[in-house]
């Protein structure tokens, strides 16, 4: 079936640092992939997508691309900032099956 | 576009009892799942719709679990005779086929 593994947390950064959130997944067939943020106190909220390989997901400064071959999603950003202090869940859905599959999620500290 | 609204946010019941919980998703959305998140985890899939026919359901989910869709607007999802290994959060989440979800807040349940 389907999975996806996410580096383990709790990531803690100081303003302005580089951040990388290593995602990779188990898939048959060529899902979508996702990332999600949950800021303290709220709900999911889709962050970025990427429906096919090579594809670059972006919004609010973070990156991630579609690697195939690497079976691999990483999130980056080049500069946080103590507001996206959040947890981020990776995610793929199988457009077939409908369902999406998420990771545990990666807890972000940003310090100032 | 009001979002995915769900109700109540918290529901605290004695075992054995039977709770509903009830979702309302964007309504040009015309699929709907139910999933459940625990803390340090992430959304576990239990069940989706689309438009009204419920076309999957998590192998995970019990007999004591049942989801409804009536007229493919709002669902609902009951719980019969409440374990204390319910107590989650039920989060409600709709879309289009191919994109992400958007998520509703979540209904906490506590069952002492």
């Known amino acids: 079936g389907n999975s996806v593994t996410q580096m383990e947390g709790p990531v803690t950064l100081s303003e302005e640092a580089f951040l990388t959130i290593n995602c990779t997944y188990t898939?048959?067939?060529?899902?979508?992939l996702f990332w999600y943020v949950q800021y303290p106190g709220e709900g999911l909220q889709l962050l970025l997508k990427a429906t096919k390989a090579d594809d670059k997901g972006s919004n609010k400064g973070f990156e991630a691309t579609y690697r195939k071959e690497t079976t691999s999603f990483h999130l980056e950003k080049g500069s946080v900032q103590v507001s996206d202090s959040a947890v981020y869940f990776c995610?793929?859905?199988?457009?077939?099956?409908?369902?999406?599959?998420f990771g545990d999620g990666t807890t972000l500290t940003v310090k100032p | 576009d009001t979002g995915v609204s769900q109700d109540p946010r918290h529901k605290i019941t004695k075992r054995g009892q039977n709770v509903t919980f009830r979702c309302d998703p964007i309504s040009e959305h015309n699929r709907l799942y139910w999933y459940r998140q625990t803390l340090g985890q992430g959304p576990e899939f239990l069940t989706y719709f689309q438009n009204e026919a419920q076309l999957e359901k998590s192998r995970l989910l019990s007999d004591r679990f049942s989801a409804e869709r009536p007229k493919g607007s709002f669902s609902t999802l009951e719980i019969q005779r409440t374990e204390q290994g319910d107590s989650a959060m039920y989060l409600c989440a709709s879309n289009r086929e191919g994109a992400g979800y958007t998520f509703g807040s979540g209904t906490r349940l506590t069952v002492v």
């Open positions: 898939a048959t067939g060529y899902p979508s």
């Open positions: 995610a793929l859905s199988d457009l077939q099956a409908g369902k999406s599959t």
